[in-house]
């Protein structure tokens, strides 16, 4: 049963090889021996596909000791954060000896991992030895790795009860206290292990700090009582915390929190390059919605029959209402967030102020906050309320010489709703289909999930629409 599910475990989660499988189960067979004898849990770990954590594929519990663990682990995965020995061991082949480690359920043990080769020499695998460490003898090596600190550190360092120390065994920096000279006098769990990924195996207390890591001795120097900087060393970025102690005008002496960042800066890299490429992706589509719209424009000037005129407008203003939305983005820091207010005051104000009206002298006004919408939502809504402001300039004001068109626009719990209103002629339920309100209701149907309405008002035409949108709108 154990063979049959490292297979199992190995084909779903590994590279492994069959002949590698074969190895390691004929291993696992004697893992009880090996736990019994050594009063120890026993484990096999395996890289998985993509390098980054071990799935542990194997186990076996002392008969002779308590177990360290209470529940089974096979199949769970090991985190580099919690037992860098073992991916250390898996990645480079070399062993690492009584090394501390956090288990999956949060218990401090010490640990011992050897790699496990196939004929090749090529690691397949980690054999893992772990041993339970008592609360009693935890205690005490705090307390005789403290005995040299001062009373201050003593009291801000421990601050503890019997047992409740105040610095918790999980915490993921690496943290360090060292004297006047630069010697260590306490490292956590974390800063330990750091030390042995190095190849350091013996005990640091006393020993200088710089020893194992030369790039800090210019932090160290400055006089600063509080500094922070990023120093790269051990093929990784960590960010340095000084925090130097001291009473009365006297030091005390000094923590040093060593914290990865590596994993954060390369993401913030990817997203800087991300945000370029979208960028330069709006850019383009800007770029082809004007040469578009330039070429209708060549078109039009070269002379249209009167009636074919008309369509080549409306479909010019479409296109220039689109290439709005990519416009308001580029002028933004935003990648792809669109000011509503922006927009909507952008598309009204080309098609009423820079727009002939046969000598109609049309005014319009826009009421509502600035909310923050995707572009793809964005365009939807540049092409509806593009229509809609065109059917009040081309039918509502038909027997008037001066109009007017109020845009109004506010947030509704998760929805927005875009109101067009004008003061024209009213519209009509009995008049006939336009392009552009079958425009307007496929698009808030299908493309915004929303609702459309129009009626005739005692003073001209309401039109609403309303749409859901998926994250919270944020207000300027």
């Known amino acids: 049963m154990k063979n049959i599910m490292v297979e199992e475990l190995c084909s779903l989660h590994t590279n492994l090889s069959k002949e590698d499988v074969q190895i390691i189960q004929e291993l696992v067979g004697n893992l009880p021996l090996i736990a019994d004898l050594n009063k120890a849990n026993i484990f096999v770990d395996c890289l998985t596909k993509e390098g980054k954590h071990a799935i542990v594929v194997a186990e076996a519990a002392p008969t002779t000791a308590i177990p360290v663990y209470k529940n089974p682990v096979v199949g769970k995965f090991a985190y580099e954060a919690f037992e860098p020995s073992v991916l250390y061991t898996l990645r480079t082949g070399k062993p690492m000896f009584q090394n501390r480690a956090l288990t999956q359920e949060g218990k401090t043990v010490d640990q011992s991992v050897i790699p496990i080769k196939d004929s090749l020499d090529r690691v397949i695998g980690a054999l893992i030895m772990e041993k339970d460490i008592s609360e009693q003898i935890q205690h005490q090596q705090k307390m005789e790795a403290l005995s040299e600190a001062t009373e201050t550190l003593s009291e801000i360092l421990i601050g503890m009860t019997e047992n409740q120390p105040i610095i918790p065994e999980m915490i993921e920096e690496s943290l360090f206290f060292i004297d006047q000279e630069g010697k260590i006098l306490y490292c956590n769990p974390s800063a330990f292990n750091l030390i042995q990924e190095i190849g350091e195996n013996d005990s640091s207390i006393g020993k200088l700090l710089v020893s194992y890591f030369p790039k800090i001795e210019g932090i160290l120097k400055e006089p600063e009582d509080l500094l922070i900087q990023e120093v790269k060393m051990l093929n990784k970025i960590f960010q340095v915390k000084k ?20 994993e954060l800066r390369e993401k913030e890299r990817e997203l800087i390059v991300k945000s370029v490429a979208i960028r330069e992706i709006h850019h383009r589509v800007k770029n082809n919605l004007q040469t578009v719209a330039s070429l209708l424009r060549l078109q039009m ?11 080549f407008v409306e479909s010019l203003n479409r296109i220039t209402s689109i290439a709005s939305v990519y416009e308001i983005i580029l002028s933004n820091s935003s990648v792809d967030d669109v000011d509503i207010h922006q927009l909507l005051e952008k598309i009204g104000n080309t098609l009423v ?38 059917n009040c300039v081309k039918h509502a004001f038909k027997t008037m010489t001066e109009g007017k068109i109020e845009i109004l626009f506010q947030q509704k719990g998760k929805d927005i709703e875009v109101q067009v209103i004008d003061n024209g002629i009213g519209y009509s339920p009995n008049s006939k289909p336009s392009l552009g309100l079958d425009i307007v209701r496929m698009m808030v149907e299908h493309d915004l999930s929303g609702h459309f309405s129009i009626q005739r008002t005692e003073i001209g035409t309401l039109a609403s629409v309303t749409f859901p949108v998926e994250r919270e709108m944020v207000l300027a």
């Open 301 to 311: 000037r070269r002379g249209l029959p009167e009636e074919s005129k008309v369509h």
């Open 353 to 390: 102020w820079e727009s002939d009206h046969e000598n109609k002298k049309i005014n319009i006004s826009y009421t509502g906050h600035h909310l923050q919408i995707k572009s793809n939502i964005a365009v939807s809504v540049a092409l509806v309320v593009n229509e809609l402001i065109q």
């Open 243 to 262: 925090i130097k102690l001291g009473q009365f005008e006297k030091a005390n002496g000094t923590f040093i929190v060593l914290k990865n960042i590596t």
